[in-house]
């Protein structure tokens, strides 16, 4: 992603020039929602206006929003797809808490959407959906296009555009002979050109997309562009619109962007990985929602001596990944929360044997099946303690899209200096939000050092060594990792306790109680190699410490950053390694009076920080499917401050401005 602004888009006329001249208005920042049946292509459309905001170098977040089934009921309030983009000329940390416009292709996008929309909010609605049939199905009684100015209105407050987005987007590529149907399935493109005009975004991104796209079906790759510019000059042109907002370029660290996603970023980490421990890379997976494109992604990248497996299921894909670390292998397998219950006696043979191996766990709603594309963070005890007998698991977890790279780089690193399976904790919020990312050098990155036993280690007591494969470095308590057929250190591994030091079986209860706590001893020595916890406490004065895990980062950070605004203090801390917790926790949560712990689950944090350092560390959770929304955990902030420091806080504008249907989510 580049800092410069790009170049004003030149669109061919399709329609004449209007008299008046058009206004600019600047703003800071701005939120759109694209939103329409699962069919109409709003993750296509945001995904573009995204790349669009990329090139002309805004701060970006981004959150996609789509039913799990492959073609929802079309016109339901099920089946509405979404995508929003909160875009900025500083830097920001949420895809946003409510949009300040709204693009809808049909009643029932407005419908599920409406409620999110705060009072003055832009309305751009597709006009040509609104039949009684679909109305019917969105649960309108009537046409509320039809009601607009009247004692009735539900659209009353929204700047409300009604547009005939398709019947527009027909006229515009007639000449290239499609169908009605087939030259209908342009509009969002029409809007994509239409929302580019209204925000200065550069077109040429798109049109150099769709060239690519459509390079071999000349007629539809003709309608998309056509529909596109078509939407860029009906901005221009029309009366409807007088105004065009700008929102400038953010100020960046020099570097080199580029706009990332979470799944994209964990697998540019993986292989980054490779490269850094001279390991070739092998990936046992099995497809699951939202973890599927690491498998894809990984796939394209046998030059850097990447290998995939497809397995025919979750078992048969750990088992082969801890196959290939058996070899000398940098093993990872990649799934979602139903996958991992199915991996979790692998798992447990991957602590026995103590192999390393990156387990990524993509979280999303549950239990079950579940909600397969929407988001969630309850899989973390599951992540702890789902596996039968003592067997511990470090544990990572990434903050950001981008943050997803340097999280599987040092699950990596653990895996292989520890010899132990690893958990990466991303979640469907990561997976698919997408945001600015500065593309690091490699020799920034760790070394990861394999190490990989060369020589026997154990004197016979007659002259001569054999190899023991349970003889442990002093420092990190790892076993050495011999690569099968190294002559002189053949050696047997497997599921029964192992002799510390010998490897061979034993049932013997004295040997089993040291080997249990010598594994965990061996987590825990991770801290050791852990740099100290960042504590963002500005004033230095703050008596609340929020403190959160994952995705939960800019939530946290942007109702943080509105409470300072407001004129109080409060601390922020964000773990990055959940197991073991890094050695300066405790001290940093005894500093504070109150400790919030904001999760998409009901607790599970909450509940490890409680049993470990006995302190009142309180809850905020939901499980919407939803990222957490900044205002309500402000006000859920002010609420601990006010108790804490013994006065009324009001938060004023940089609280709550909600839909008076709205709940505020609990405190728990």
């Known amino acids: ?79 509405v797809s979404s995508f929003q983009i909160h875009f900025a000329d500083h830097d920001i940390l949420t895809a946003g808490d409510r949009p300040d416009v709204l693009v809808a292709m049909n009643p029932a996008a407005l419908k599920a959407n409406l409620g999110d929309l705060p009072k ?57 002979g499609l169908s009605r149907k087939d030259a209908a399935r342009a509009k969002n493109m029409f809007a994509l050109g239409l929302l580019s005009w209204m925000y200065g975004r550069p077109t040429e991104p798109t049109i150099a997309f769709l060239e690519k796209k459509f390079a071999k079906v000349a007629d539809i790759l003709g309608a998309n562009i056509a529909a596109f510019k078509a939407g860029w000059n009906y901005g221009e042109t029309t009366e409807t619109f007088v105004v065009q907002y700008e929102i400038k370029p953010a100020k960046m660290h020099a570097g080199t962007y580029r706009n990332i996603t979470g799944n994209l970023a964990l697998s540019y980490g993986l292989v980054a990985a ?79 044997t103590e192999l390393p191996l990156v387990v990524v766990n993509v979280q999303r709603g549950g239990p079950s099946t579940g909600l397969p594309t929407k988001t969630e963070q309850a899989d973390l005890l599951q992540a702890m303690y789902g596996r039968n007998g003592e067997a511990p698991v470090p544990i990572v977890a990434p903050q950001s899209p981008g943050d997803c790279f340097a999280a599987a780089v040092e699950a990596a690193r653990i895996a292989v200096t520890y010899r132990t399976p690893v958990f990466l904790l991303s979640d469907g ?66 599921g029964l306790e192992k002799g510390e030091g010998h490897g061979n079986i034993s049932y013997d209860p004295a040997n089993h109680d040291k080997m249990v706590r010598i594994r965990q001893e061996k987590v825990q020595r991770i801290a050791d190699s852990l740099p100290p916890l960042e504590v963002d406490d500005p004033s230095g004065e703050a008596k609340v410490l929020v403190i959160g895990w994952g995705s939960t980062y800019g939530p946290i950070g942007a109702a943080c950053r509105r409470v300072r605004r407001a004129g109080y203090d409060v601390a922020q801390v964000h773990l990055r390694h959940l197991n073991p917790f890094p050695k300066d926790l405790g001290e940093i949560l005894k500093g504070y009076d109150k400790v919030l712990v904001p999760e998409m689950n009901l607790g599970q944090l909450s509940k490890m920080l409680r049993a470990e350092y006995l302190v009142d560390a309180q809850g905020y959770n939901h499980v919407y499917g939803l990222p957490l929304k900044a205002a309500e955990l402000a006000e859920a902030i002010g609420v601990l401050v006010g108790e804490a420091e013994g006065r009324e806080v009001d938060l004023g504008e940089h609280g709550l401005n909600l839909p008076a249907d709205h709940e505020e989510a609990p405190l728990r």
Request: glycine content about 10%.
């Open 274 to 352: 490779g490269v850094r421990s001279k390991l070739p890379v092998f990936l046992g997976s099995y497809p699951i929602t939202p973890a599927s494109d690491i498998l894809h992604e990984l796939s394209k990248h046998k030059a850097f001596g990447v290998t995939t497996l497809q397995a025919e299921d979750e078992i048969a894909g750990i088992g082969a990944a801890i196959g290939a670390s058996f070899a000398g292998q940098l093993a990872i397998t990649t799934t979602s929360g139903p996958g991992i219950a199915l991996k979790s006696e692998a798992i447990g043979l991957a602590v026995m």
């Open 120 to 176: 003055g909010a832009t309305i751009i609605v597709d006009t040509h959906d609104f039949t009684k049939r679909n109305l019917d199905k969105a649960g309108y009684s009537s046409n509320p296009l039809d009601k607009l100015g009247e004692v009735d209105d539900i659209l009353a407050g929204f700047q409300v555009q009604p547009v005939d987005l398709t019947g527009i987007t027909v006229e515009a590529v007639k000449e290239f």
């Open 1 to 79: 992603m580049g800092t410069a602004r790009a170049p004003r888009p030149s669109c061919e006329r399709v329609g004449p020039n209007v008299s008046q001249t058009k206004q600019v208005k600047q703003l800071d920042r701005v939120i759109i929602r694209f939103a329409g049946d699962s069919g109409d292509g709003m993750q296509l459309t945001g995904d573009r206006f995204t790349q669009e905001s990329a090139v002309f170098g805004n701060d970006l977040v981004t959150l996609p929003n789509f039913p799990a089934e492959i073609r929802a009921p079309q016109g339901t309030i099920p089946g």
């Open 429 to 494: 919020y990561l997976a698919n939000g997408s945001e600015p990312w500065a593309i690091p050098s490699v020799d920034e990155l760790p070394v990861i050092e394999a190490d990989f036993a060369t020589e026997a280690n154990h004197d016979k007591g007659d002259g001569t060594k054999d190899f023991w494969p349970y003889l442990r470095d002093p420092e990190t308590l790892a076993r050495p990792w011999a690569v099968p057929g190294t002559a002189g250190l053949e050696h047997r591994i497997g």
